[in-house]
């Protein structure tokens, strides 16, 4: 008898599970997209981070300029009298560092080519009318209401004939001072430098007008922020600071020599001395910009000139940092008078 044996195959192929070789490869590819991400990121922060901080800069750099162009083109006025040319009667007391009778303006020279100064003294405000005609022993000032007068602001009162200079002292009542009323007492009266006498040099009537006097200083300080900053200093009051990433300013000063009415040569303030800084017409200046941060990708070790000073990587701060130049020439509206040219 012949017997037949019939063999069963399973045709089902067997499930194999992932293998640690696969594992590996992987997360090498995973590491590899997780890294150009990330390389992508970063990029697209620094350079946002760079343009932020270079708008930054270019913004500052418009600000200050105009805040520097804006006060030295109209240093020198003072309503309908000059400075240069009429004696003027002062009542303040000696201190503070205010010196009204000065030039319109004057300046220092940095040493080494560190940053310069330019101090400048003027009527930084529309005339405000006298009203009532005081005696001139007397210790108050009546004039137009809200004229944005404070305690503490620098007047000069004048009648295109006669000028005398004093300081607000009160009164304290802020309503009374904004209707009008001025007072100017002499003594300790929480005021600096204050006055010597609350008299003026005559009774002023109504046809006579009141400016603020002003002594601005520029010039270059370390900020809040550990910065290198534009300062600006108003007669005796506590510096400012209204610039950040300002590294340098350079100064030179446009003489008239031969009266007229344009500057024959540019030089520093160490080289102007006495009435010299009454020749003095234009002024021509410049900014050293930076960064407020660390944005380049090396040392800054360049060189700068601007205003004919150069300023290199043993002046500046060094570091990572963008910077810009921005420079100007202004002409004073209340100098160079020439008998040809005018004002």
Not at 18 to 25: D, K
Not at 92 to 114: P, Q, R
Not at 148 to 159: A, N, R, V, W
Request: charged share 15%; with cysteine.
């Amino acid at each position: 008898m012949n017997y037949q044996y019939t063999h069963s195959v399973n045709t089902h192929s067997r499930q194999h599970g992932i293998g640690l070789v696969e594992i590996m490869i992987a997360m090498v590819l995973g590491l590899l997209l997780l890294n150009g991400v990330i390389q992508i990121f970063i990029a697209n922060k620094q350079s946002y981070r760079t343009a932020e901080e270079l708008g930054r800069m270019q913004e500052n750099t418009r600000y200050a300029m105009h805040m520097l162009a804006s006060d030295i083109r109209k240093a020198g006025y003072w309503g309908c009298i000059s400075m240069d040319s009429m004696t003027i009667t002062n009542n303040l007391d000696s201190g503070g560092g205010i010196n009204l009778d000065g030039s319109a303006l004057e300046g220092t020279e940095g040493s080494s080519n560190s940053p310069d100064t330019i101090t400048l003294r003027g009527a930084y405000s529309s005339g405000i009318r006298i009203t009532q005609q005081m005696p001139a022993n007397s210790g108050r000032t009546h004039t137009t209401e809200n004229n944005g007068l404070q305690i503490g602001d620098i007047i000069m009162i004048s009648d295109c004939v006669t000028s005398d200079i004093t300081q607000i002292t009160g009164p304290s009542n802020a309503d009374t001072l904004d209707g009008g009323q001025t007072v100017h007492n002499s003594g300790n009266t929480g005021v600096t430098p204050g006055n010597s006498t609350q008299s003026l040099s005559k009774s002023y009537s109504g046809d006579s007008s009141v400016f603020k006097a002003m002594q601005i200083t520029y010039s270059i300080q370390t900020g809040a922020g550990g910065h290198p900053s534009l300062f600006k200093k108003i007669n005796a009051n506590a510096a400012e600071e209204i610039v950040e990433g300002v590294e340098s300013l350079q100064v030179l000063y446009g003489r008239d020599t031969d009266s007229d009415g344009v500057a024959n040569l540019y030089t520093t303030a160490n080289n102007i001395t006495g009435t010299q800084w009454d020749d003095v017409v234009s002024v021509r200046f410049g900014l050293l910009m930076r960064t407020i941060h660390e944005v380049a990708s090396t040392t800054d070790t360049s060189s700068y000139t601007l205003a004919g000073a150069t300023i290199n990587s043993s002046v500046h701060s060094q570091g990572k940092y963008q910077r810009y130049i921005a420079q100007s020439t202004i002409k004073l509206r209340n100098r160079g008078c020439g008998s040809t040219y005018g004002c």
